[in-house]
């Protein structure tokens, strides 16, 4: 079974500039999370969907963050602009609606804002 | 939310068990305990959670106080590929609409061959 996929894996970018990140969730699993994870800290939760909706945004910065999961599978996550304080790992994870036991994260994309 | 105090590091030998200890003095009647690991340059990965009894699974044994304020992970034999940064998180089980993950710093296990 393939698991959650993310792309970019790497992504450099120099501050005031947009950047997207995109996530395809293990197929069936119709909850799916986006976190941050600063250097030497657990990920935090930015948001979570079930299906199209999303039920928790109340940690992303909605100045510059925003994230749409338009079909209820795939998600983008994107900042426009990008600070310094950005740089992070961007984990998405899907799992089974109302298993909130067991959730399942991608590699995620590693951000360098310049 | 509940929070849970691990040790920030530990050392373990090939093979050896590894006991991973998380307190968690202020929990609740509700709260689910998790475990989880990160391995190097990966995401997260669900390890074991239990309530009041002690749980097994393929990769770890999970063992519970009577008071529920602290646990214990256990892994049997440690390997090479055990090496991580493992998390104790609290979740309660009636959270609702904020039912989420809350991710400390965890104990970054390093084992010796």
Redo the contacts between chains.
């Keep these: 079974e393939a698991g959650v996929v993310q792309s970019p894996r790497y992504k450099i970018i120099e501050k005031k500039q947009p950047v997207a990140f995109w996530c395809n969730p293990i197929s069936g699993h119709n909850t799916l999370y986006w976190y941050r994870q600063n250097l030497g800290q657990g990920p935090e939760l930015l948001i979570r969907y079930e299906n199209e909706e999303a039920v928790d945004d109340s940690q992303l910065p909605k100045d510059r963050f925003s994230a749409e999961r338009l079909k209820g599978v795939d998600s983008t996550l994107k900042i426009q602009p990008a600070e310094l304080g950005d740089s992070a790992v961007y984990l998405c994870a899907s799992s089974v609606t109302g298993n909130y036991n067991e959730q399942f994260f991608g590699p995620g994309t590693r951000l360098t804002v310049l | 939310d509940a929070k849970t105090t691990q040790p920030n590091s530990m050392e373990s030998n090939e093979e050896e068990p590894v006991h991973l200890p998380c307190n968690h003095s202020t929990i609740s009647g509700t709260d ?1 305990i ?1 475990w989880y690991r990160q391995l190097p ?6 390890v074991i ?1 239990g309530l009041t009894s002690n749980v097994n699974n393929r990769m770890a044994s999970l063992a519970i106080a009577e008071d529920r304020k602290s646990s214990t992970l256990i892994l049997h034999r440690a390997t090479l590929r055990d090496a991580a ?1 493992y ?1 104790c998180i609290l ?1 309660d ?1 009636y ?1 609702g ?10 104990t970054l296990l390093a084992v010796q061959p």
Excluded at chain 2, 41 to 46: F, R, T, W
């Design positions: 689910y998790h340059s990966q995401g997260p990965e669900y959670h940064v998390y979740r089980r959270g609409a904020t039912n989420k993950l809350i991710f400390g710093t965890g």
